[in-house]
């Protein structure tokens, strides 16, 4: 390729059962015949973490978390398939770019109506409870009366 951009579309097609458009160019400075893909690019999200680095959102890393918090519990497959898509779209809405502790707020608040015992489990990973007082404090946003301190 003589790398001109000038070129010309000299066939168009769909490829990829429609999801891209096939198109066969041709250079107007050295008359190459060439191929491009054009593809619906789908906005990445990006999850910014508590030690700043970004990564990828991977809605499996909330499925995994949300499964091993429900592990035991009343909880169905169908039910945790549908907050996993419902935490992404309430990222999609709030994006491109996410803290990590939004990720975690928003299938925490999702998950609270389904199962009082799988939200404090997986509050308890994700806010990196430390002490009985973050433990209360999730069972107040629950509804629940703290236990009677046994001191
Ligand atoms: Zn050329």
Redesign the pocket.
């Known amino acids: 390729?003589?790398?001109?951009l000038e070129n010309r579309v000299v066939d168009s097609r769909s490829a990829d059962e429609g999801r891209a458009i096939r198109r066969r160019r041709l250079?107007a400075?050295?008359d190459?015949r060439f191929t491009t893909f054009e593809r619906l690019e789908e906005q990445t999200l990006s999850v910014v973490k508590r030690d700043g680095r970004t990564e990828p959102f991977d809605p499996a890393k909330v499925e995994v978390g949300i499964r091993s918090a429900c592990k035991g519990r009343p909880v169905g497959a169908d039910a945790i398939t549908q907050l996993v898509a419902e935490v992404e779209e309430g990222i999609r809405a709030h994006g491109p770019t996410v803290e990590s502790a939004r990720v975690g707020a928003l299938a925490l608040e999702r998950l609270r109506p389904l199962d009082g015992v799988a939200a404090v489990r997986f509050a308890s990973v994700y806010k990196g409870f430390e002490g009985p007082e973050d433990f209360e404090e999730e069972l107040r946003l629950l509804g629940i009366d703290s236990p009677t301190p046994l001191d």
């Open positions: 390729m003589c790398g001109s250079c400075n050295c190459l």
